[in-house]
C-alpha cells in the first residue's frame, strides 16, 4: 500500500462509505493554521498575575541563604515565597519493589535547603507583569554551600561517591534484574560466536514547540480550583495537585486546551504548575506561568541517557541462543511521577528481545541518580536504546559468520503468532518477515545497493533496524511493573442531542495525535454519521469521569476502543427505542445513515432526530424501564500483554571524508499498526517520530561540564535538525490487524522514532566498512565521523563519542 492516500472531506468518502480508513482531513487544522487555536500562553483573566522561578544555580549542594526581602517590596511584585511560605507536601513516585529494587525519593515543590540541579526552584515570585516579574528575580540573593556534583554513571556508581539522595545508597534508585532463565550460562558456551556491544545514547530534550506551562485560579462560584496547563496527563496533575495542597480531588479541575506537543515529557506531573496553582490559591488571583526556551532546555524533564553492555550468542547458523545485558539509565535527579524512575530500565528490560527469537535471556536493569534535571518518558521510552543495541549485535554477528545482515534477522525474526517470549510476553500477530523482506526489496530495487557497490570512490551505507512496539498497555501490563499508580483503562460517555449530533468524552487527549478527526472517524462509523456530526471532548477532568490521557501509544488501541463501545452502547439505545416507536421487534430494525430503519422493509425509518425528540422531549412514548435521554457509557481494558506494532526501517547515507557530515540519501519505513483509522494521519506521526529519531541519532544531546553545569542553554548549542537535515521520507503499509481493539487498530506514536537511531546507525557504521571503525554511541558526532574516515587500524574497533 502506497504512503499516497486519497484526502476527503467531511461531505464525502472514498472508501465504500467507511470513515476508518480514509485520509479525512483534519478537523483540528483550520484553527490550528489560522491562529485561532487557543493555547495557555493565550490565555488571559482580569487581575491576571505572572510567575516565574528563582532556581539554582549550582547542580549540588546546600542553600546557605535564600534573600526574598528585596523583590518582596519591588513595585507590583505580589508575592515571593519559598518553601516554608508554601509548606506544599512534595511528589513521591513509588514502585511496589523492596528497597532492595527500588528507592522512592521526594520531590519537594520548592527545594528546602538542598539542590540537586542546575535549574531547581527554590522559590516563585509573582507580579503584575512578566517584565515585573523577571526583574524582581535579579533581586533576590541565594548564598551556597556547593559539593561534588554527580555528572555520569561511573561518577555515581564509584565508591565513595557523595549522594545525592541519602536514602539511595551508591545513587542507585532502581535495580532489578527481571530475567535469568536457567540455560543462559550453557549457551555462550555451546555458542560459535558471541558479539558484544557497548553503547552510550546521549541526554535529549523532547522539544515540544509549546513549553510548559500553567494558568491557575480560584473560581468563587465553583469553589474549585481551576488550572489550565498543557498536560498529558490532566486527571494525574489533579491527584498530585490536591494531594499536595490538602485539598479533595472534587475542588480542583484541570483543562488541557490546544497543546503544542508533548511527546511524553508531559505525561509526568511538574512541580512548577503545583507551585502556580498554589499561588493562585493563596492569593485568590489568577496566576500564570510560561516556561522560558532556556528553562525548558536545562530544567525542565529530560530523556534518554543510557548506557549499555550487551553480549549475545549465536550459532554458526547466524541464529541466536542467548542475550545477556546490563542498562543503566541516567534519570537525574529525581524520580518522575507516576512512572518512577524505574520507567526506563524496566522498559529496557522486558522488552529487550523484541522481535527477535531468543531462547535465553539474562538481564539487569539500574536507573542511577544524578545532579542533573530530572528524566521522564521521551517519545519510545528506551527502545530506541535497546533496539539500536540489538541491531549492532545482529550486524556485528552477520560481519563474524560471513552472513547477509538482512539474512542473519530473517532466520531470527519471529514468524508464527501468537508467539510467548522468553521474557514471558505474548506477541500477537504481525509482519515482522513481511516488512524486512519489504524494505529491502524497494531499497533494491530503486538501486542503492547497486550504487553503494559500484561507487568506491563514496562512503555509501545502508543499513535496517527491525523492531515491534508494543502499544496498548493495560492495567495488567503496568501492573506487572509493579507501580503504585496503575494507568490502563480508559472511560467514554456518549450524548446524543436532539439533532442527532453526538459529544463523545474520551480520558486520552490530543497534543497533535488528531484525535478530534480520527475518534470521529470511529464513532461516525458505528453510528452511521458524518463526523461533522461527532464532537470530542477532552482534556477536562470535571467532563471527563477519569482518564489517564495519551501516552505509549494507547489512545486509539484503548481510548479508542472505549470510544467504540460507548457508540455501540448508543445505537443499541436507538435500536430499542426505534423499535418500540415502530412497533416491530428489536432483530427487526438496524442502524443506517443517520436513522434506524426496518430490516425487512428499509423504506420505514426514524431519523436519529425523531428519536431523539421522543428522548427528550416526549418521555411518555419511551418504551417502559428505559429512562428517557440518549446516552452511554463504556470502559475498555487490556488484560493481557497490549498489541504490537512493528516496522522495518531502512536508511542511505553518505559520509563526507573533508567535514565527517552525514548525508541521508534516503529514508524508507515499512510499517504495520494494524488498521489505520487515517492513513495520512498515521503517515505523519510515523515522519514526526523519524525526525525525532534521527535528531538523536546524529545531532542532539544535553551536555554538562564536570561541576553539573548545562552546557546547552540555546539552540545554538543543542543542534536540533531543520528541514534541511531530514530527508523525504518513504511510508508503505502493511496491515495486520489487531484481534482484540474495536478498530483493529494497534499504536502508531512512536515507531518512527523508536527505528531511526539504529537504522541510521547501521547505515554509518556500513559506509565505515573499509576502514575496520565501528561506531556505537550515538549522537554520531561529525568530528567522530572524519576520524573514523582517516583511520586506517589493523583490527576492528570501536570509537566512542
Known amino acids: 500500500m502506497s504512503s499516497t492516500h486519497p484526502i476527503t472531506t467531511e461531505q464525502g468518502l472514498t472508501r465504500g462509505g467507511a470513515w476508518v480508513g480514509t485520509s479525512v482531513r483534519r478537523r483540528e487544522d483550520p484553527r490550528l493554521l489560522t491562529g485561532t487555536g487557543r493555547f495557555v500562553d493565550d490565555m488571559a483573566m482580569p487581575g491576571m498575575l505572572h510567575a516565574q522561578f528563582v532556581r539554582s544555580t549550582v547542580a549540588a549542594g546546600s542553600v546557605e541563604s535564600l534573600d526574598l526581602s528585596a523583590a518582596r517590596v519591588m513595585p507590583g511584585v505580589r508575592a515571593a515565597w519559598d518553601s516554608s511560605d508554601l509548606g506544599l507536601s512534595g511528589i513521591i513516585a513509588r514502585l511496589d519493589r523492596p528497597l532492595a529494587e527500588f528507592v522512592p525519593t521526594e520531590m519537594p515543590i520548592l527545594a528546602d535547603g538542598r539542590v540537586r540541579f542546575v535549574g531547581e526552584p527554590l522559590a516563585i515570585v509573582v507580579a503584575e507583569d512578566q517584565y515585573l516579574v523577571e526583574d524582581a ?22 565508591d565513595g561517591a557523595p549522594l545525592v539522595h541519602d536514602e539511595a545508597v551508591n ?150 541462543l542467548g542475550l545477556d545485558a546490563d542498562v543503566i539509565c541516567d534519570m ?94 505474548t506477541y500477537d500477530p504481525g509482519s515482522y518477515l513481511e516488512s524486512l523482506n519489504l524494505c529491502e526489496q ?89 463526523i461533522d456530526q461527532v464532537k470530542i471532548v477532552q482534556g477536562d477532568t470535571d467532563r471527563i469521569k477519569y482518564g489517564f490521557g495519551s501516552f505509549a501509544s494507547r489512545s486509539i488501541t484503548i481510548g479508542g476502543s472505549a470510544v467504540a463501545l460507548a457508540s455501540v452502547k448508543l445505537g443499541e439505545r436507538l435500536r430499542e427505542i426505534a423499535a418500540h416507536l415502530l412497533d416491530t421487534y428489536l432483530d427487526n430494525v438496524e442502524l443506517g445513515t443517520g436513522e434506524v430503519r426496518k430490516v425487512n422493509d428499509p423504506t420505514v425509518a426514524l431519523s436519529y432526530s425523531d428519536i431523539a425528540n421522543v428522548a427528550y422531549l416526549k418521555a411518555h412514548l419511551m418504551p417502559k424501564g428505559l429512562e428517557p435521554g440518549l446516552h452511554a457509557s463504556a470502559s475498555f481494558d487490556v488484560n493481557g500483554d497490549g498489541t504490537f506494532s512493528n516496522a522495518t526501517h531502512g536508511v542511505v547515507v553518505e559520509l563526507f571524508p573533508d ?46 561540564d564536570p561541576t553539573g553545569q548545562p552546557l546547552v542553554a540555546s539552540f545554538i548549542d543543542y543542534r536540533v535538525p531543520t528541514a534541511c537535515e531530514i530527508p ?74
Open 332 to 425: 537525574g535527579a529525581y524520580s518522575c511521577y507516576p512512572f518512577t524512575a524505574g520507567i526506563e530500565p524496566l522498559m529496557a528490560s522486558a522488552e529487550m528481545p523484541g522481535v527477535y527469537r531468543v531462547p535465553e535471556y539474562r538481564v539487569r536493569g539500574r536507573a542511577i541518580t544524578s545532579n542533573k534535571a530530572p528524566t521522564a518518558p521521551y517519545r519510545g521510552v528506551s527502545r530506541p536504546q535497546y533496539v539500536m543495541v540489538v541491531e549492532r549485535l545482529m550486524e556485528r554477528a552477520a560481519r563474524e559468520l560471513g552472513i547477509d545482515p538482512v539474512e542473519v534477522r530473517r532466520r531470527n525474526v519471529i514468524t508464527a503468532f501468537p508467539y510467548t517470549g522468553v521474557n514471558n510476553i
Open 728 to 801: 523525504d521520507i518513504g511510508i508503505s503499509h502493511l496491515e495486520t490487524p489487531c484481534l482484540f481493539t474495536e478498530s483493529g487498530a494497534k499504536g502508531a506514536g512512536e515507531g518512527g522514532t523508536i527505528g531511526a537511531p539504529a537504522a541510521v546507525l547501521n547505515a554509518v557504521n556500513d559506509g565505515l566498512r573499509t576502514t575496520g571503525v565501528e561506531l556505537n554511541d550515538t549522537p554520531i558526532y561529525s568530528h567522530v565521523v572524519a576520524a573514523a574516515l582517516t583511520h586506517c587500524p589493523n583490527d576492528t574497533e570501536e570509537v566512542p563519542r
Open 171 to 320: 545513587n542507585v534508585l532502581v535495580d532489578v534484574s527481571l530475567f535469568a532463565t536457567p540455560g543462559v550460562d550453557l549457551a555462550f558456551e555451546e555458542a560459535a560466536i558471541v558479539v558484544s556491544v557497548k553503547a552510550k545514547t546521549g541526554r535529549q530534550n523532547a522539544l515540544p514547540l509549546e513549553t510548559r506551562g500553567a494558568l491557575a485560579y480560584w473560581d468563587d462560584r465553583a469553589e474549585q480550583l481551576v488550572m489550565y496547563t498543557p498536560s498529558q496527563v490532566p486527571h494525574l496533575v489533579r491527584t498530585a495537585t490536591a494531594k499536595s495542597l490538602g485539598l479533595p480531588e472534587g475542588k480542583v479541575r484541570v483543562v488541557v486546551p490546544d497543546m503544542g506537543g508533548g511527546f511524553g515529557i508531559k505525561c509526568v506531573v511538574g512541580r512548577e504548575e503545583i507551585a502556580v496553582a498554589a499561588a493562585a490559591f493563596k492569593l485568590r488571583r489568577p496566576v500564570k506561568w510560561i516556561e522560558d526556551r532556556r528553562d525548558s532546555l536545562t530544567a525542565s524533564f529530560l530523556a534518554r541517557e543510557q548506557a549499555y553492555d550487551v553480549r549475545a550468542a549465536f550459532d554458526s547458523d547466524g541464529r541466536v
Open 659 to 704: 567535514t565527517g557530515n552525514v548525508k541521508i540519501l534516503r529514508y524508507y519505513c515499512v510499517e504495520d499498526c494494524g488498521v489505520a483509522i487515517n492513513p495520512q494521519i498515521v503517515d505523519g506521526q510515523a515522519r514526526g517520530g523519524i525526525a525525532q529519531g534521527i535528531a538523536g541519532a546524529l545531532f542532539e544531546e544535553v551536555t554538562y
Open 137 to 158: 528575580l535579579e533581586a533576590v540573593t541565594v548564598q551556597y554551600q556547593p559539593s561534588p556534583a554527580i555528572t555520569s554513571y561511573e561518577d555515581a556508581l564509584a
Open 442 to 530: 524497494i531499497l533494491r530495487d530503486e538501486g542503492w545497493f547497486e550504487l553503494r557497490d559500484s561507487s568506491p570512490g563514496r562512503h555509501i551505507g545502508i543499513g535496517f533496524s527491525c523492531f515491534s512496539e508494543r502499544t496498548g498497555y493495560g492495567s495488567a501490563a503496568f501492573a506487572a511493573r509493579k507501580m503504585e499508580v496503575i494507568p490502563g483503562f480508559d472511560i467514554s460517555d456518549i450524548t446524543m442531542d436532539l439533532d442527532g449530533s453526538v459529544a463523545v468524552t474520551t480520558g486520552t487527549l490530543s497534543h497533535g495525535q488528531s484525535h478530534e478527526t480520527t475518534m470521529a472517524q470511529i464513532v461516525a462509523d458505528k453510528l452511521g454519521l458524518g
